[in-house]
């Protein structure tokens, strides 16, 4: 075998091995995690792969990257073929005739030169365009600036640039050429003019191709790119069932509530630190990062992928392996730690000062308001959040950010530090003293409802719809205007209907999601108890929190799996079905509606209310740019409605910019939450005379052609 042919075997048997050791490094580190069954459902898991994988339904949400990243992800699975033979080649060059695909007939032999060198010509434009939106800051979800994405461009961009070399000269030297060659035949013609050299130039694109290909595959698991090796199987394990759910705790059980350490995680959250694109979508969307909070969906997700791979680091030095720590199977030695149990050198969270202007501190913070706090998670980053989910929505690669990462460190820092915001403990103690988190004694429940003649469970029994009211519709002034409107609307349609008064409790939504699992596991035992002494045949609640803990997540806990509707749906079924009496005399409204996001992007219901709207007489319904499954949360969400808002622009402040930009008179709501923020908003920009806030049902109220009949059940 001559000496070249003994080269590549070697070079080829090397670089493989490596990388296939650097891959089972990798595996080690995800799999390093919890175990979660992620396994079920194989043929929607297979579609979901096709769909997001093979489809790009998520990366074309963005056209123009879309594109581009389809002709990377295409061009790379059929230019895998042309490596191939690429390394074949070299293998038997000793032969007469080395082996490639020439022994095809010569239309297939053509269509893969096609295959070849038009989808090479198209990562090298492709890849020089992302390397200059990187280089000219076109793209601002893009900053900072990625050293290892830019060293991955200019990778692909020189794999293929030596492949043209080795072509155009094969072609200059007389090999094949023509329409089946649309980049190396032109270049050929260049080079011909350099006659014999161009065996020369032949013989280094060879090594210069093998080289780069071989150097490219080991970079791949120690870089960002490491996501075309984990984003199919992160897709493949994705979780199904409702967005942004919680893990169950059982406390009778658990050893630790929340995360402390990486290795807490589930192997999925792991696992979605190497699926990680940095697309930076994820930070476009997250209204944290929007309004200049530390929060940046992009860098928590690094961050944990980070501290993995410093705490195995640290531990290898020590000739430990963190993959054997966490499966520790044999017994513990007499006053040894348990299997499992070991401290890591890098904690996972930080609570370190921030250096600020006129404030002394070891975490510096950056142009674009992110902390310097590299391979771990700030308190200030996890508290920042809304759980909006918006940075699920965008994610091309279905990276759970919220319930996976962010709301298990808020248990941690609620649960087992007892470290959290001070105004928290406030609404930690209204909910569990007077079951609501504003503190109003759970006696005066039913005050809102006076003089409406609205049943009462505890009276009627059995009913088709249990009106659940919530706490702010039920405390707070604004909000029980909603209810009564609602009240009016659903008397004047017939609808038989109770509440449960005194009976009905916080559903434990806000204590959640602020990490005081256990306060919501109590409120949630208590609410499914006293549902249970009654028949209905659905729940309907104006609040997008209730209808989310309700119709979602309490059946986690043993309750049944109640039919739960927001009103919006109710009204717009009402409206469709004609019952709802309507004025035809209305004066003109431009409305914008504002899309709750645990009614939307956790709920999956958008068009009702719209559709409610558009029935109306008289009302111009527009959208703002950030609409639907992209809207902007309000800012109440994560508990935030109930915690101050010290660092950077006020989120509903935000969101109330974008409503008004829309030239809308009127802003309507689904939910009480958004009603403050947005109400709070209209106030901070001194438009609150011009520009209303109001629920779909008040709107429809408004416009009822009659009174409502008394009595509801």
Same mark, same amino acid.
């Given at each position: 075998m001559p000496f070249k042919a003994v080269v590549v075997l070697l070079i080829s048997i090397g670089a493989t091995s490596l990388f296939l050791l650097n891959v089972r490094r990798l595996v080690?580190?995800?799999?390093?995690?919890?175990?979660?069954?992620?396994?079920?459902?194989?043929?929607?898991?297979?579609? +979901?792969?096709?769909?997001?994988?093979?489809?790009?339904?998520?990366?074309?949400?963005?056209?123009?990257?879309?594109?581009?990243?389809?002709?990377?992800?295409?061009?790379?699975?059929?230019?895998?073929?042309?490596?191939?033979?690429?390394?074949?080649?070299?293998?038997?060059?000793?032969?007469?005739?080395?082996?490639?695909?020439?022994f095809l007939p010569a239309p297939l032999f053509q269509l893969f030169l096609l295959s070849q060198d038009a989808l090479a010509g198209l990562v090298v434009l492709f890849g020089i365009y992302a390397l200059a939106r990187r280089w000219l800051h076109t793209v601002p979800r893009l900053e900072p600036r990625s050293r290892d994405a830019e060293i991955i461009l200019m990778f692909i961009v020189m794999l293929y640039v030596t492949f043209f070399l080795y072509t155009s000269s094969q072609v200059a030297m007389g090999g094949p050429s023509g329409w089946f060659r649309p980049f190396a035949t032109p270049m050929g013609a260049l080079l011909a003019p350099l006659g014999g050299f161009n065996a020369t130039l032949h013989e280094i694109g060879y090594w210069a191709h093998l080289g780069v290909f071989f150097a490219f595959l080991n970079y791949l698991p120690y870089s960002k790119h490491a996501h075309t090796l984990a984003a199919l199987p992160n897709i493949f394990v994705r979780r199904f069932g409702p967005r942004g759910k919680p893990t169950v705790i059982n406390f009778e059980t658990a050893e630790t509530y929340g995360i402390s350490k990486v290795t807490e995680y589930s192997f999925k959250t792991l696992l979605d630190g190497y699926a990680c694109t940095e697309c930076g979508r994820c930070n476009a969307a997250c209204p944290a990062h929007i309004t200049g909070k530390p929060l940046q969906p992009r860098k928590v997700i690094h961050d944990i992928k980070e501290n993995l791979q410093r705490n195995w680091e640290a531990l290898e030095k020590d000739g430990k392996n963190l993959f054997e720590l966490t499966h520790a199977a044999a017994p513990a030695a007499e006053g040894a730690a348990a299997p499992g149990t070991?401290?890591?050198?890098?904690?996972?969270?930080?609570?370190?000062?921030?250096?600020?202007?006129?404030?002394?501190?070891?975490?510096?913070?950056?142009?674009?308001?992110?902390?310097?706090?590299?391979?771990?998670?700030?308190?200030?980053?996890?508290?920042?959040?809304?759980?909006?989910?918006?940075?699920?929505?965008?994610?091309?690669?279905?990276?759970? +950010?919220?319930?996976?990462?962010?709301?298990?460190?808020?248990?941690?820092?609620?649960?087992?530090?007892?470290?959290?915001?001070?105004?928290?403990?406030?609404?930690?103690?209204?909910?569990? $003293?007077?079951?609501?988190?504003?503190?109003?004694?759970?006696?005066?429940?039913?005050?809102?409802?006076?003089?409406?003649?609205?049943?009462?469970?505890?009276?009627?029994?059995?009913?088709?719809?249990?009106?659940?009211?919530?706490?702010?519709?039920?405390?707070?002034?604004?909000?029980?205007?909603?209810?009564?409107?609602?009240?009016?609307?659903?008397?004047?349609?017939?609808?038989k209907f109770a509440i449960m008064g005194c009976e009905e409790k916080c559903t434990g939504d806000p204590a959640r999601r602020m990490g005081n699992e256990y306060l919501f596991q109590t409120m949630c035992t208590e609410n499914t108890a006293a549902l249970a002494q009654y028949k209905f045949k659905e729940i309907v609640t104006s609040c997008p929190h209730c209808l989310n803990s309700l119709g979602n997540e309490y059946s986690d806990y043993g309750a049944p799996k109640w039919k739960v509707r927001h009103h919006t749906e109710l009204l717009n079924e009402l409206m469709e079905q004609k019952k709802v009496p309507l004025n035809p005399d209305a004066p003109k409204e431009k409305v914008v509606f504002h899309d709750p996001c645990y009614l939307g992007r956790y709920n999956g219901v958008y068009e009702q209310p719209r559709n409610s709207l558009r029935v109306l007489n008289n009302v111009e319904l527009v959208e703002m740019e950030r609409t639907k499954n992209t809207s902007m949360c309000?800012?109440?969400?994560?508990?935030?409605?109930?915690?101050?808002?010290?660092?950077?622009? $006020?989120?509903?402040?935000?969101?109330?910019?974008?409503?008004?930009?829309?030239?809308?008179?009127?802003?309507?709501?689904?939910?009480?939450?958004?009603?403050?923020?947005?109400?709070?908003?209209? #106030?901070?920009?001194?438009?609150?005379?011009?520009?209303?806030? #109001?629920?779909?049902?008040?709107?429809?109220?408004?416009?009822?052609?009659?009174?409502?009949?008394?009595?509801?059940?």
């Open positions: 080690q580190q995800v799999l390093s995690g919890k175990k979660e069954m992620l396994w079920d459902r194989v043929q929607e898991r297979v579609g +979901s792969v096709v769909t997001y994988v093979f489809g790009h339904k998520k990366v074309l949400e963005d056209p123009k990257a879309g594109l581009m990243h389809m002709i990377f992800f295409y061009g790379f699975l059929t230019l895998q073929l042309g490596h191939a033979e690429h390394i074949l080649t070299g293998l038997t060059s000793f032969m007469e005739h080395p082996l490639e695909l020439s070991f401290e890591l050198p890098l904690a996972l969270i930080t609570k370190e000062p921030v250096k600020r202007k006129e404030e002394e501190g070891t975490v510096t913070v950056d142009k674009l308001g992110g902390y310097s706090t590299h391979g771990q998670v700030h308190v200030d980053e996890a508290w920042a959040c809304t759980t909006c989910g918006a940075c699920m929505e965008v994610c091309p690669v279905l990276i759970e +950010s919220v319930p996976a990462s962010l709301m298990e460190l808020r248990r941690q820092l609620v649960m087992t530090e007892a470290d959290f915001p001070q105004e928290m403990q406030g609404t930690f103690n209204n909910i569990e $003293r007077q079951q609501n988190p504003w503190g109003i004694p759970g006696s005066e429940r039913e005050k809102w409802a006076e003089g409406l003649d609205v049943p009462l469970m505890r009276d009627v029994k059995e009913v088709d719809t249990l009106f659940w009211v919530g706490c702010a519709g039920a405390t707070d002034d604004r909000a029980k205007k909603t209810q009564k409107a609602l009240v009016q609307v659903m008397k004047a349609s017939g609808v309000c800012g109440a969400g994560g508990g935030r409605i109930f915690m101050e808002e010290h660092l950077g622009k $006020r989120v509903n402040i935000e969101r109330t910019e974008q409503a008004l930009a829309t030239g809308a008179t009127t802003v309507a709501v689904g939910c009480p939450f958004c009603m403050t923020m947005m109400t709070d908003g209209t #106030k901070a920009k001194g438009v609150e005379e011009t520009v209303k806030v #109001k629920d779909v049902a008040e709107m429809i109220a408004a416009r009822l052609a009659v009174p409502p009949t008394p009595g509801g059940a």
